[in-house]
């Protein structure tokens, strides 16, 4: 077994240790608590003494592009939008993902264990998003869940793709009616389907459609739908939509979402706000904001951040957390906006997020508070296998 102790545990859950102990066994967490209560460890057991370091789980990047845009290398690594078709629900991320991009070595070395990663906003619907842990010698190792969420986008980026293509889309009309078109014919394959499978003489069987397959569990509301929004309009037209079908959903991006936070609130959507590092390079970005996380999270709403990998980099997902507190968001919150607010997003809250028994022994080590951009990882755990140590100090 492996045993941390002497740490300062920030559990993401409903109990910290000042000076609390873990231990992790089959790459499960298999205790926790204060030290006085920490077990007799045997010979065969490896501890690691904490003391003076905070323990907290390993951050979680709820939306990137990580492995589908390789760092460094151009056009031959860029497989993030398949820009020849505004419907493409059936592309796959885990086909597109290049498990050895340098970026997941940087996302260990900074305390990122999960990263929510898949195709861009190019399409209407631009296909599966992926959980990967950042470690593993394939991407079929490195798979938590697969497809974890649907893509789908709003507004200006399907609008520009394909207005220089001359086709549909180029208004944010066509871009709601191609998604309700899709989302409808869906159905319809489903309940036919259905029908054939209840009886299947008196019914024939559908066509076999691989995008209409890729979408029956959108529809049938086992898959979340990922919403690429920026402007309030597009905020409330993934809404409307995902009221109408009965969608789980996601608001991502949400750049123009702390200006009707209230709105928000009652919608009842999960929020994931990002990226709050780049410059506001195009219209839909002019109300941008890192004061954005706090008003959305001090409004009551359970907040993600994002990097948007590469947009900023991965490495820097705790920094986008700390800037959000210097800027009002509350550090418990911030700390949850990269922990298990961002798993929640993807229903992997059963697995990963905090420090509970049973859960995945995803941790990363500070050497001071994670907050402090001054603080460095010292180590990084990724079911319960150490895959970083910082040996500089």
Sequence with gaps: MLYIKNAKILTMADKNYENGFISVKDGKISGIGDMADMPAVSSTDTVIDAAGMVLMPGLIDSHCHIGLVEDSVGFEGDDVNEMTDPITPQLRAIDGIYHGDRAFEEARQNGVTTVVTGPGSANVIGGQFAALKTYGRTV??????????????????????????????????????????????????????EKYQEDQEENDKPEFDIKLESLIPVIKGELPVKAHVHRTDDIFTAIRIAKEFNLDMTLDHCTEGWMVADILKESGYNIIVGPILTDRSKIELKNQTIKAPGILSRAGLDVAIMTDHPCVPIQHLMLCASLAVREGMAPEDALKAVTINAAKCVKLEDRIGSLEIGKDADMVLYTGNPLDYSSKVKMTFINGQKVYENVEG
């Design 140 to 193: 079929d190792e490195m798979v938590l869940k697969a497809p974890c969420a649907m893509k789908i986008a709003f507004g200006e980026n399907p609008k520009t793709v394909y207005h220089e293509k001359h086709q549909l889309p180029t208004t944010r009309m066509a871009t709601a009616a191609l998604l309700r078109e899709q989302l409808y014919k869906a159905k319809e394959y489903l309940e036919a389907l």
